[in-house]
C-alpha cells in the first residue's frame, strides 16, 4: 500500500511567532499572494470557522515583491461571493488565530459592510482647516445657484473679517485693482476654529452695539440675523454630507436676535411717484422709466428686471412670465409664474417693443451679466444706479429704493385683493411671508368719533392768563 508523502512547504528561515514557536511561512511572488505549497490541514473537520484553531494553520504573513516578509499575521475569508484579505495586527500566532475567528464572527453577525467598516475603515478626508478651503470645497458640491452661493461666502468673510478686525477700504471692492482679491486672501487663510461659539456671540453683540439710534439697532438685528444665517449654510448638512468637517460646524449654538417686525408701512405715493417718472425719465432715459414702470406694474425683483427678455412679456394675455431662460436663473423654484399686468401697461410697454434695439426690455451699454467671485453683478447695474438715485430724489428713503417698488405693489394689491391675491403676484414660497409684511385690511376699521364732536356740543376751553411772577 502506498501512501502520499506531504510536500515539505517552502520556509524563510526561523520566523517566530512570539511564542518560541517556529512558523512556516507561505510564499509568494507579491503582497498578500499564497503559494501553492501550503501547510497540511491538521485542524480537526469538527472545528468551525469561528474557532481559532480552524484559523491557526491558515493565517501567513505576506511576502512582498523583494521577498520580505510582514511582520504582522494576515487572513484570507471568503464570504457571500466575495474575497477580503485583513491584517491582523500581531506576529502572534495564537493572538493572530484569535483575531480572526473575531472577523469571521463579526462577518456572520453584523453582515459584510458593518464589518468591513468595522475592520478596515475607510481613510479620513483630509482635513480642511482654513476658511477659503472650506467655501471653495462647499463650492464644489452645492446646489444652489452660484449667485446665492456667493452671498454666502461674502457672509461668512464679513464675519471673519469682522472677528480678526482686518483692515477694509473701499479699494476692495474694485475688481480692477485687485483690493478684492487682497481682502479675500487674508480672511480665507484664517483657521477655521476661530469660528468658536464664543466667537460668534462676541461679533453678533459688538455688530450691533455700533448703532447710533435705536432706529439702526433694528435694522443691525435683524442684518445681524440675515448675515448668520447666509453663513450657517455653508456648514448645512446639505454641504457636509459630502464635505466633512474636522470638528464640530460652526454655528451649532449660534442665537438669533429676536425677530424684528418686517410689516410694511407705505411712505410713498405710487400715482404720483409713476407720473413724475412718465414726466421726467420717459423722453430721457427710457431704460431707467421701464424699470419703475415695471417694478411698480408687477413687482418684479431686481434680478428679474436684469434678464427680462421682451419674448417673457405675452402682450394677448397680459402678464408677463417668470421662468428660467439662456440667460438667467430664478431665485427659487416658488419666483416662477405668470404676473398679470394691467392692460394700460400692456399698451405702454407695445410702444417701448417697437422701438427697442435688442432682446432684453432693460437696454444698457453693456452685455455682462451674472455673478463675479467677488460679488453679484447685473447687466444693467448703470441703469439701476441712476433709477436708485432718482427714486433717493423723489423721497424714497429706504435702504433698498428700487425693492421698495415692489413692497408698494404688495401693500396696494392687499388692500384691493388681499393678501393671497398679493402672495401669488409677488410669487412668496409662503403664505406667511406674505402675511409678515402686509396687513391684510380691505377696509379702514375706523370709529367716527370726530363726527360726534357736533358744534352744538362743543364746549369752548377757556384760556388761562396767569400773571408771571416777577422777581
Known sequence: MHTRKARKPIELGDLSSGNGERITEHTGAYLNQKSGKQMANTVPRAVGKNDSRYWRSRIFRPINAMGEASPHYSMRLQIHGRRMSFSLGTGNAEAAARKAAGVYTDFLTLGVEAALAKHRPQKAAESIAAVGQWIEAA??????????????????????????????????????????????????????SLLSPAAIQKWRIEYVKRAKTPAEQRSRMTSCNSTLRQARSLFGKRIT??????????FQQVEFYPRQSAKYFSRIDAKA???????????????????????????????????LSWNQIDFEKGVIRIEHTDTASLKSADSRGEVPIDSSVVELLRGFRARATGAFVIECGDNLSGPRAWGRNYRAQNVFDRVTAW???????????????????????TAEHGIYAASRVLRHADLSTTAAHYTDLKTRPTIPVGDWLIPGNVVPMKRSHKRRATA
Open 391 to 413: 427714486l433717493r430724489k423723489h423721497g424714497v428713503t429706504a435702504k433698498k429704493p428700487l425693492h421698495e417698488l415692489r413692497k408698494e405693489l404688495g401693500a396696494l394689491i
Open 241 to 250: 454630507k459630502f464635505v466633512p468637517l474636522p470638528e464640530s460646524a460652526p
Open 273 to 307: 411717484l409713476l407720473t413724475q417718472a412718465r414726466d421726467e425719465l420717459a423722453g430721457n432715459d427710457s431704460s431707467a422709466f421701464l424699470v419703475v414702470l415695471i417694478a411698480l406694474a408687477a413687482g418684479l425683483r431686481k434680478g428679474e428686471l436684469d434678464t
Open 139 to 192: 463650492r464644489s458640491v452645492a446646489t444652489v445657484n452660484p449667485a446665492t452661493f456667493a452671498l454666502y461666502a461674502a457672509a461668512l468673510r464679513k464675519i471673519v473679517g469682522d472677528i480678526i478686525k482686518v483692515k477694509r477700504n473701499r479699494k476692495r471692492f474694485g475688481p480692477k485693482g485687485g483690493g478684492a482679491r487682497a481682502y479675500r486672501h487674508a480672511i480665507d487663510a484664517v483657521p477655521l
